[in-house]
């Protein structure tokens, strides 16, 4: 019995791994994650969103880790939700199937991240309306699983925030 699962247990640790994340980017055709028209968020604040939340995603390419993978997705997601013209989208689809990694500046990063999360804290204030709290739920959890421990956004997707 001793040896099944010491065999097993090396089985598993070998198909572990020799398995690869693979990003499988989000097919939105038809499906509806937010009501964007009832965001309460005029268009420039949303294409805003939408790109700071594509940069976000697009820093995991090159990543193996497939939380991190499937909430770049998810990311990328409401993005082309939020703004459907915004050709960065595509171009980060790309970038993390591909797996091609680019070195982001930390300070523009930074800031960036705070424009985000303030753009996040106002919809969840009393001036917002359920559209804007579903999106502040859905891109809480994406942001939970990539946001760096020492970034702003970390703290915003702690599960004891708001």
Known sequence: MKQFLLGLATLTVCASSSYAAKYIEPNLEG??????????????????????????????????????????AKLLALAEQLDKSLLQVSAANLKLKQGTQTKPNEKLNKHKQNRLLGILEYLVTEESNSEGKVLVHLTKDAIAAIAPQNSPLAQFSAPDHL
């Open 31 to 72: 499906k509806t994650l937010v009501k964007i028209d009832q965001i309460p968020l005029d268009s420039n604040t949303m294409h805003w969103m939408a790109i700071y939340l594509t940069e976000l995603a697009e820093q995991q390419a090159g990543s193996k880790d497939p939380k991190k993978l499937k909430a770049s």
